[in-house]
């Protein structure tokens, strides 16, 4: 089980990115995956999941309205779609798999991680 991240860059204030979620090892689609971020010195915060069963989503609360998480079974492949960036969404972004169908509070495998910054 293998996932990897990646997506990140520097950004503006205000503008966008699309991190990508790619697995390897496994079907992506039967799984409930998340999205992460974690700032050095600071701990892990949940940004959003999205489930296998019946595609439902979730967001942190700092996110909802300008992030969206998404899948493409075909190409094994969960995106996040972040927007209106800010300053304080500069983070190292992971996603995550713990092979459930749905949401929940233990995450087993990780990946690598992508820096996210966002600056003028």
């Known amino acids: 089980v293998q996932l990897q991240a990646s997506g990140g860059g520097l950004v503006q204030p205000g503008g966008s990115l699309r991190l990508s979620c790619a697995a390897s090892g496994f079907t992506l689609d039967y799984y409930a995956i998340g999205w992460f971020r974690q700032v050095p010195g600071k701990e892990r915060e949940g940004v959003s999941c999205i489930d296998s069963s019946n595609g439902s989503t979730y967001y942190a609360d700092s996110m909802k309205g300008r992030f969206t998480i998404s899948r493409d079974n075909a190409k094994n492949t969960v995106y996040l779609q972040m927007n209106s960036l800010k300053p304080e969404d500069t983070a190292i972004y992971y996603c995550?798999?713990?092979?459930?169908?749905?949401?929940?509070?233990?995450?087993?495998?990780w990946g690598q991680g992508t820096q996210v910054t966002v600056s003028s």
């Open positions: 995550a798999t713990d092979l459930a169908t749905v949401c929940g509070s233990r995450w087993t495998y």
